[in-house]
């Protein structure tokens, strides 16, 4: 087999390959923060006494998640459609990945609000909080930094399943990528520098979440700084008896041997000695 990789003839196309992936990074930001903040409502609604609302977002988060997401697209784009509603692909793109991940989303932030401590909740009702001070302050924000990470990977997953969209024809990086390689019949090296791209979105994505979770997240940035002042203390290098003493308040003990000295003859007192 004689082939070598040939990027030359990609070099006229890279606005291209930049605007489809501005495209994408648009249509993931924009699905990620409407997404969420529907996920935060179908989160509060599938737990609320009303079981018709109840039962209504779980056939939704049940139905999402377990339907393709290609198929979604396509009920949007073709269905609608059939039905004498049009919309152009970039809409139809994003609003199937909002409906996505507001599903995703609603079960992530769910398993937080449960994993809150049923004490507190009481303890802030009986401070005389109001219903939406307890939801936000004391349910929402615990929640989230909790799930935190698992939200994190969600909006990555995300981000490359918009991939799907070049389906209905929008204009993302894939839908480039297609357009490219048929252009100039450079399939390997054209994927390539689309999956290079997809890349750095990856790490973009992440490091802006990793950004936003500093921000927000206040008590995380107390406790790293917490436990690197007590790393530093002098107690933390003590040996482990000792530091366990100490944080006791007892002095550590320090082991002193008794080594026998030389005994000195003593003089003996004598009726004489005693009589001078």
């Known amino acids: 087999m004689n082939f070598t990789l040939d990027f030359s003839s990609l070099a006229p196309y890279w606005p291209v390959f930049l605007r489809g992936a501005w495209l994408t990074l648009k249509m993931t930001t924009v699905a990620i923060i409407v997404g969420v903040a529907i996920g935060v409502i179908v989160a509060f609604a599938k737990s609320s006494k009303n079981l018709l609302v109840a039962r209504a977002c779980g056939i939704y988060i049940e139905a999402v998640r377990n339907t393709p997401f290609l198929v979604q697209i396509f009920l949007l784009y073709f269905g609608l459609a059939s039905l004498g509603v049009h919309m152009p692909t970039f809409a139809a793109a994003v609003l199937a990945m909002i409906i996505n991940i507001a599903a995703y989303a609603a079960e992530i932030i769910r398993a937080g609000i449960d994993s809150v401590p049923r004490g507190q909740i009481e303890a802030a009702e009986c401070l005389g909080l109001s219903v939406w001070r307890i939801r936000w302050h004391v349910m929402l924000q615990p929640a989230i930094e ?57 790490v973009l994505v992440k490091l802006l979440s990793y950004a936003f979770g500093e921000y927000v997240f206040k008590r995380r ?47 003996r007192e004598t009726a004489e000695g005693s009589a001078s």
């Open 221 to 267: 940035r107390t406790i790293r700084r917490a436990a690197a002042q007590a790393r530093r203390s002098p107690v933390s290098r003590m040996p482990a008896a000792n530091a366990a003493a100490a944080a006791a308040g007892m002095a550590p003990v320090a082991h002193v041997p008794f080594i026998h000295g030389i005994s000195q003859p003593q003089p």
């Open 146 to 202: 909790r799930v935190y990470p698992a939200l994190t990977s969600q909006f990555l997953l995300m981000m490359q399943a918009s991939a799907m969209a070049s389906q209905i024809s929008a204009e993302e990086l894939t839908a480039i990528a297609n357009t490219v390689q048929s252009d100039t019949f450079r399939s390997l090296e054209t994927y390539i520098v689309v999956a290079g791209l997809y890349l750095a979105l990856s």
